[in-house]
T-cell receptor, first 116, second 112 residues
Framework: GAVVSQHPSWVICKSGTSVKIECRSL??????MFWYRQFPKQSLMLMAT?????????EQGVEKDKFLINHASLTLSTLTVTSAHPEDSSFYIC????????????FGPGTRLTVL | GESVGLHLPTLSVQEGDNSIINCAYS??????FIWYKQESGKGPQFIID?????DKRQGQRVTVLLNKTVKHLSLQIAATQPGDSAVYFC???????????FGKGTTLSVSS
């Protein structure tokens, strides 16, 4: 139980285009979802926290107009990287916390974004 | 600011040895800590957690020790196996208690 999936697992795009990454909780309702970014050989950096039906809370230094987060349902959150540039190339990981599942965050497998 | 860090970026052990991975945290008000394992190209995998009202917690082959006096957390892996090779992160709640802050990670390499 408590499985989180991400789609796509990897994506390559041209500079200037937008890319959408989906995060789904497969067998539980996710009241809160988190988006992290991880550069090679570095730790996970929290980008934003989103609660279903409300606007995401972004961490300091994360551009909300560049990284659009939508958490429209209890099982789906999306991260859209707008006007992507090579420096946005990274590993994007989502996690979710669910109703009745305590404090534990369940992590997705990550999405590797490469911007050419 | 908030920060969670690890003492050593890499640790190399022989199969069968015990491994100890350390972490220092800065927020003395933190009340919940987690250890994660991350294999290459994958998301973090929960290993074990501990609350601040405990000093020690044991799981299968893993033990987490918490020393609140010096704000130090450690993960002990018994009889380390090649499958344990991964990057290990400690994490704590942020000050708002709404999200997790990850440390820098220790890469564990297990040789046969």
């Amino acid at each position: 139980g408590a499985v989180v999936s991400q789609h796509p697992s990897w994506v390559i795009c041209k500079s200037g285009t937008s890319v959408k990454i989906e995060c789904r909780s497969l067998d539980f309702q996710a009241t809160t979802m988190f988006w992290y970014r991880q550069f090679p050989k570095q730790s996970l950096m929290l980008m934003a926290t989103s609660n279903e039906g409300s606007k995401a809370t972004y961490e300091q230094g994360v551009e909300k107009d560049k990284f659009l987060i939508n958490h429209a349902s209890l099982t789906l959150s999306t991260l859209t990287v707008t006007s992507a540039h090579p420096e946005d190339s990274s590993f994007y990981i989502c996690s979710a916390r669910g109703l009745g599942l305590g404090n534990e965050q369940f992590f997705g497998p990550g999405t590797r974004l490469t911007v050419l | 600011g908030e920060s969670v860090g690890l003492h050593l970026p890499t640790l190399s052990v022989q199969e069968g040895d015990n491994s100890i991975i350390n972490c220092a945290y800065s927020n003395s008000a933190s009340d919940y800590f987690i250890w994660y394992k991350q294999e290459s190209g994958k998301g973090p995998q929960f290993i074990i957690d501990i609350r601040s009202n405990m000093d020690k917690r044991q799981g299968q082959r893993v033990t987490v020790l918490l020393n609140k006096t010096v704000k130090h957390l450690s993960l002990q892996i018994a009889a380390t196996q090649p499958g344990d090779s991964a990057v290990y992160f400690c994490a704590e709640k942020n000050q708002a208690g709404t999200a997790l802050i990850f440390g820098k990670g220790t890469t564990l390499s297990v040789s046969s």
